[in-house]
């Protein structure tokens, strides 16, 4: 079984930065389209970040463009979500998500998602 496990989260101020992590075992890392996905209080969980199996390419949520920046090494089996400029509004539980190996689109849809961590929760203060 995959087992995805995120790390990094924590309480920080507006417009601080964090770096979230995401260590994947049980499967060929490379093989599998990456994504970050985050559930605030009361709310869905929603689309972040995406990035292909080589990690050259990547798509975002609007919201987070120019703050956001995901990425990832294979070597290590990890996934990164670098957040900069954090607002209030980011506050949410993070969700690190791995496609099948079979499919290559980056998609936004959490359905198309075939595993996933525990989460990370990540708080920013106004």
């Known amino acids: 079984q995959v087992q995805l496990v995120e790390s990094g989260g924590g309480l920080v101020q507006a417009g601080g930065s964090l770096r979230l992590s995401c260590a994947a075992s049980g499967r060929d890392f490379s093989s599998s389209v990456m994504g970050w996905f985050r559930q605030a209080p009361g709310k869905e969980r929603v689309f972040v970040a995406a990035?292909?199996?080589?990690?050259?390419?990547?798509r975002y949520e609007d919201s987070v463009k120019g703050r956001f920046t995901i990425s990832r090494v294979n070597a290590k089996s990890t996934v990164y979500l670098q957040m900069n400029s954090l607002k209030p509004e980011d506050t949410a539980v993070y969700y690190c998500a791995a496609r099948n190996s079979l499919w290559s689109r980056l998609s936004n849809d959490s359905s198309d998602y075939a595993y996933w961590g525990q989460g990370t929760q990540v708080t920013v203060s106004s």
């Open positions: 990035v292909s199996k080589s990690g050259d390419n990547t």
